[in-house]
């Protein structure tokens, strides 16, 4: 495979993840527990709940991740946190990309 090939698949790889990641995110949170009516009962959410409030003494802490994650399933992502998610997802897919199309 030329350099140009392999060039290309990886910004293609690394466009797919990207995106997917921006549109995936709120699904999967939604799908552990994270929705925009609060923690779903009996959800991986609601055990994340309970572990941060034991470890706060009893309320979870304001920029935890618990809170973060909440608010993302509460009111959808940010800005920033888009930003950050198509980060993460394109450089996943770059970096799956490139190790697929060197072997």
């Known amino acids: 495979m030329d350099l140009f090939t392999i ?3 990886t910004a293609a790889g690394a ?3 990207a995106g997917g ?3 995936l995110a709120p699904l999967a949170l939604g799908a552990v527990g994270f929705t925009a ?3 779903a ?3 991986f959410a609601a055990g ?3 572990s941060a409030a034991t470890a706060g003494g009893g309320g979870v802490l304001a920029g935890s991740a618990v809170a973060v994650l909440q608010s993302a399933g509460a009111a959808g992502l940010a800005g920033s ?3 950050v998610v198509a980060g993460v997802g394109g450089a996943v897919g770059w970096l799956t990309a490139t ?3 060197l072997i």
Do not use: E
């Open 99 to 101: 190790a697929a199309a």
């Open 21 to 23: 990641a921006v549109v």
């Open 41 to 43: 009962a009996n959800s």
């Open 7 to 9: 060039i290309a698949v």
């Open 81 to 83: 946190t888009t930003a």
């Open 48 to 50: 994340m709940m309970a």
């Open 37 to 39: 009516a609060g923690i």
């Open 15 to 17: 466009a797919a993840a």
